[in-house]
């Protein structure tokens, strides 16, 4: 049973090592992999925001990836040999201004009544974490069961875990599925085809627009561009893993163990524009110095921008589609780091023949929910 | 008659250029030439601010550079078969605040005591120069008769004069200056040695660093670190160089034809330290946005920082030294690309056996003034 798999981001990198994993064979057509929204992503497996509490399946989805990630990195650093830079030290939210504290304070409640560890702070409490935090921070929340990866690490992982276990990478861009009656594969830029029992398609924003689709099986993803700025300090700079919220919005500030510290990120519809701009620079600067006013004797390390793949609902896409053998995995927007353990046992697990596992149901591209597909 | 240049910036190069023109032999060394301060220079031949105009003799110096500027170009064009972005349409001072206004204000009576042409501007009247000047422009004051060169284009044109007419690049580092009794030459890091009749030392900040040097006979070059920021778009942005005064800092804006906008810059006193920080970032930012908000829609391009060689007393040291036959090019601090002019054709008079012209004797290594040289 031989699979292919369109898109070498962080999702079809780890549908491909689960799929290796459970004995079938696998093809990953991308012709840079990892180097679009997996290589930008700032790679927080942060505590759920309440936009995602307000979505029950979506909920679901996200503990069950959370309950996972820590078995499946580790599986990934033995079979690939490499670290992904994976911590679980906690992820601290703090309130720069009133209506986040009140923000703060409903979501707490709301994890308690869920049973979700969290831990209400106050400001000083804040501080004792870490007393680089700005006067104006007024209050916080720890998630001790979060943390974050590093995206460039964990693909870089995934990599070598495809390849240690046989499966071929094709640095080619996909023009079309190949479509008669089921998909058969793909064809490429470069001529040729790629033939396979079944095609899963993990192209990020780009997914809708490949060509030979018929319409409505893939709906649009819409690209929703980020920019985000990478800093870098001898030793860490900042213990664990922050958002500030001020405003109505966040930003979010991801160290790693080498000292490079990720800020993260705007929102931008601009379609498939990927210019890092003067005000996207700044409003990260701006945001990090408002949390951490130290954060100016930092080295400038890179800025870069990417697109989310964001679709009709903002919720992903994982499974079968309409079109037999044609299978999808899209549509994360802003959590498919955070989501690509669940969604690679999901897909490995249909690909095997078996159903869709319980907690990925709802998100079917068969959904029916008016998502665009039919 | 052969002269050795120590130092492929602005500086050495010009002396390089204007040495070869009077027919003399010459090779500069340099591992990178045009790659440190003046790579990063934004190129600003600006109205010259009051700081200049306390000291007579610098003004001297700074209007016969001026004066000599377009014709330097012109022949520099002719030579190089190249451009070096140079524009004479204007430099625009604008106040951001109250005590910026008063300093416009006494920057314009005293250019019309000494017969320097600018034109006091209203703030209606700055904002139908730019249309896009923040409304708390104040009012501003035009220069009409400076502009702005691009250093880029400007050191590869003087490389190229150069090689045209039969210099020698020699791309290594020098590790000590040749005396014995009278300067000989250098040697290099590679191990050879470039032996000359005249060497000239023309290496920025680094120029008192060089091995084999008595005491006394080179003052200590103070880097003084700037953190320079690019922006770009399609079309130029600002129609004219610009600098946006406000608390006693400053701001400059300088557009290129091909719609590049560079935004300067720093000062840091931080010894060699060339780090592009965080907070050199957002000052940058911010400054540019408190002049031009709309900055925020350009293209970032690149942000690098560099080292001005700031001499004891911050004014450049041109001309012999106590050593016979070694000469001094450096010192420049911010108005290296500025003075260059003045500076190669001061050295290439000296170079030729004449005596160092009126207007550039105030600033011979040998001036006696306490600056550390004798």
Chains 1, 2 share one sequence.
Not at 147 to 162: I, N, S
Not at 206 to 211: A, K, P, Q, R, S
Not at 224 to 234: A, F, H
Request: net charge negative.
């Amino acid at each position: 049973m031989h699979t292919v798999i369109v898109g070498g981001g962080v999702i079809g990198l780890a549908t491909a090592w689960r799929a290796l994993a459970q004995g079938l064979a696998v093809t990953v057509v991308d012709p840079e992999p990892a180097s679009r929204a997996s290589y930008a992503s700032a790679g927080m497996l942060p505590p759920a925001n309440e936009q995602l509490y307000d979505d029950e399946p979506l909920r679901r989805l996200y503990l069950a990836s959370r309950d996972r990630y820590p078995s499946f990195v580790a599986e990934l650093e033995e079979v690939s040999g490499r670290s992904t830079g994976h911590r679980r030290d906690g992820v601290l939210d703090v309130a720069l201004d009133a209506a986040a504290v009140a923000d703060l304070d409903r979501a707490h409640r709301f994890h308690k009544a869920h049973g979700i560890r969290t831990e209400a702070l106050t400001a000083e409490e804040c501080r004792v974490y870490e007393p680089r935090f700005a006067p104006s921070v007024r209050g916080g929340l720890l998630a001790p069961d979060d943390g974050a990866v590093d995206p460039r690490r964990l693909t870089a992982a995934l990599l070598a875990a495809v390849e240690r276990l046989g499966g071929t990478l094709v640095t080619d861009r996909v023009t079309d599925v190949l479509i008669e009656g089921r998909a058969t594969g793909v064809r490429l830029a470069g001529g040729g085809t790629v033939t396979g029992d079944r095609t899963v398609l993990a192209a990020g924003c780009w997914t809708h627009l490949l060509g030979g689709l018929p319409p409505g099986v893939v709906p649009e993803i819409r690209p929703v561009k980020g920019q985000i700025l990478r800093l870098r300090s001898e030793e860490p700079f900042l213990h664990r893993t922050t958002r500030g919220l001020a405003g109505g919005s966040a930003v979010y500030l991801v160290p790693r163990a080498d000292g490079e510290l990720v800020v993260g990120a705007t929102y931008e519809e601009r379609g498939y524009d990927t210019t890092v701009t003067a005000g996207g620079l700044a409003e990260l600067l701006d945001k990090a110095r408002a949390v951490l006013p130290e954060v100016t004797g930092l080295a400038f390390a890179e800025v870069s921008a990417a697109l989310r793949p964001g679709s009709p609902d903002d919720r992903p896409l994982i499974g079968a589609t309409s079109v037999p053998d044609l299978l999808l995995a899209t549509g994360h927007f802003r959590i498919g780091v955070q989501l690509c353990a669940v969604t690679a046992d999901a897909l490995a697990t249909v690909l095997s023949g078996d159903e869709l596992p319980d907690a990925v149901r709802p998100f079917s591209p068969l959904r029916g929910d008016g998502v665009g597909t039919h």
